[in-house]
């Protein structure tokens, strides 16, 4: 599997969102929450990111968060257990943290994955 981050592995649409949001089991990290939901029927993980407007006012700041959440996703998404899994990553934390610390919670985050 290529160490790429496709447009087939990004989550979208209104009702593969709300099927993760009702029916996937949350985890927690200091800044991060992780909706995961088993069995989209594809052999690969898809991820949705999400960085509040109301954490964040800045676009520049939301952004800069989503692409390091990202980053962290695409080089350990090999670490994952399972496939077929949708993930939705919130940042919750109310300061940019850099990269290092984000990208051990999403490892975290992915080694919880075969629960």
């Avoid at 996937?24 to 898809?46: D, S, V, Y």
């Avoid at 080089?75 to 109310?94: P, V």
């Amino acid at each position: 599997m290529a160490s790429t981050l496709s447009k087939e592995e990004r989550l979208s649409g209104r009702t593969a969102i709300q099927e993760l949001m009702h029916g996937g089991r949350w985890e927690h990290t200091p800044h991060l929450r992780c909706c995961i939901k088993a069995g989209n029927g594809l052999e690969f993980n898809r991820i949705m990111v999400s960085v509040p407007k109301r954490n964040f006012k800045r676009a520049v700041k939301r952004n800069l968060l989503k692409r390091r959440i990202r980053e962290a996703y695409r080089t350990q998404k090999e670490s994952a257990a399972a496939t077929g899994c949708d993930i939705l990553f919130i940042y919750t934390g109310r300061e940019p943290e850099p990269f290092g610390s984000i990208r051990s919670e999403v490892g975290t985050i992915l080694g919880r994955l075969s629960r």
